[in-house]
């Protein structure tokens, strides 16, 4: 069964071409693309806020797939999730990376939002799973500006994405 999820496919656009990618080769490129960036010591320039840009939207079409397959239910152990479908779980950890990658600096709190929604909603599918056992931190206002944060004086910036829309 994991097989088939693996095989569907999606049109993705290139700079040149629209390839059919498969969900697993969503991931793969996704991950790989933050990997580049994360270990490159090269500087920060257009071609890296592209990549990062591409990244995003490989892991967010791979996630959207994921949601469209129900690969994942709030009332299942971690047991029961099929051995080939284990990595999905690492999708929102790594989009909240790549978003972290992002560097616009008048943006860089709702980057930095975006990205704290994300590692949420990995956390709480870990703690939700049972994989690991730890106290989720404070969950964020309706603004998506965490308590602590709005009592020291943060902005309260809104975020396009809540936790919930995030949801697979």
């Known amino acids: ?41 090269e500087p920060f320039g257009p071609d890296s806020v592209h990549r990062v840009k591409r990244g995003v939207n490989m892991l967010e079409e791979a996630s959207s797939m994921v949601a469209q397959l129900d690969l994942f239910s709030g009332n299942e152990e971690v047991e029961e999730i099929a051995t080939a479908d284990l990595k999905y779980l690492l999708l929102p950890a790594l989009l909240g990376a790549l978003h972290m990658k992002q560097s616009s600096q008048h943006q860089r709190l709702e980057t930095v939002q975006t990205a704290r929604l994300y590692f949420m909603k990995f956390l709480k599918t870990c703690h939700d799973y049972n994989i690991s056992q730890f106290e989720l931190p404070k969950s964020s206002n309706k603004n998506g500006v965490s308590e602590e944060a709005a009592e020291g004086g943060f902005s309260k910036g809104k975020v396009k994405t809540s936790l919930r829309q995030m949801t697979p």
């Not at 097989?3 to 071409?17: K, P």
């Not at 629209?18 to 490129?29: G, I, N, P």
């Open 1 to 41: 069964m994991a097989e088939s999820r693996d095989n569907i496919t999606v049109g993705q656009s290139s700079a040149s071409d629209t390839e059919q990618l498969k969900l697993s080769d969503l991931l793969e490129r996704g991950w790989k693309i933050f990997e580049d960036l994360d270990n490159s010591n």
